[in-house]
């Protein structure tokens, strides 16, 4: 099966961009797709496809590919961004296997 | 609005069994893959099973043999039955839709369930 790697913890100054990577095999293959998890709460989709952001997603969640990675952009950090984020994608055997990134902890300072 | 609604979660003993159900509604049922995702407390996302519009099955290696998933389209409804249940499927279990198109990705999660196995 595919693995996606993430950066464990990232932190980023309120207003300041910061940059989320996955890596993966089936990211050569298939685009990821990104969620957004706050304590207690089901995980939501900001970022899926080669860059879209679905309805209510604020213009500063940005997504983008290249090879083996995906990047997940915050640009201009709120403080209610700070939350869990997952990568997730097919796996490489493709049909409907999906794997998911072993998620990232946002901290605005 | 589209919403999905788990249930059927609890404790459980060490192998037991247990039976998840997500309610369906706003939308067309028949017409979407779902998925079963789980977390442990404190850890991360973990696919747990798919069911394809044809009802097609998958899972992975962790579950395969244990668990099943099911839908019922006239009902709305999507099941995960979970067998030989053991201490590592302890964690809140999700339901999430596939959207249409040609991107594979989750549009809609539910709130989720907690399964406890225990003794």
């Known amino acids: 099966s595919s693995e996606l790697t993430q950066d464990p913890a990232v932190s980023v100054a309120l207003g300041q961009t910061v940059r989320i990577t996955c890596q993966g095999d089936?990211?050569?293959?298939?685009?990821a797709s990104w969620y957004q998890q706050k304590p207690g709460q089901a995980p939501i989709l900001v970022i899926y496809?080669?860059?879209n952001r679905p309805s209510g997603i604020p213009d500063r969640f940005s997504g983008s590919s290249s090879g083996n990675t995906a990047s997940l952009t915050i640009t201009g950090a709120q403080a209610e961004d700070e939350a869990d984020y997952y990568c997730n994608s097919r796996d490489r055997s493709g049909n409907h296997r999906v794997v998911f990134g072993t998620g990232t902890k946002v901290t605005v300072l | 609005e589209v919403q999905l609604v788990e249930s059927g979660g609890g404790l459980v003993q060490p192998g037991g069994s247990l039976r998840l159900s997500c309610a369906a509604s706003?939308?067309?049922?028949?017409?979407?893959?779902m998925h079963w995702v789980r977390q442990a407390t404190g850890k991360g996302l973990e696919w747990v099973s798919a069911?394809?519009?044809?009802?097609?099955?998958y899972y992975p290696g962790s579950v395969k043999g244990r668990f099943t998933i099911s839908r019922e389209n006239g009902k709305n409804s999507l099941y995960l039955q979970m067998n030989s249940l053991r201490a590592g499927d302890t964690a809140v279990y999700y339901c999430a839709r596939v959207a249409s198109g040609a991107s594979y990705y989750f549009d809609y999660w539910g709130q989720g369930t907690l399964v406890a196995v225990s003794s």
């Open positions: 706003g939308f067309t049922f028949s017409s979407y893959d």
């Open positions: 069911i394809g519009t044809a009802g097609d099955t």
């Open positions: 496809g080669k860059n």
């Open positions: 089936s990211l050569r293959s298939f685009y």
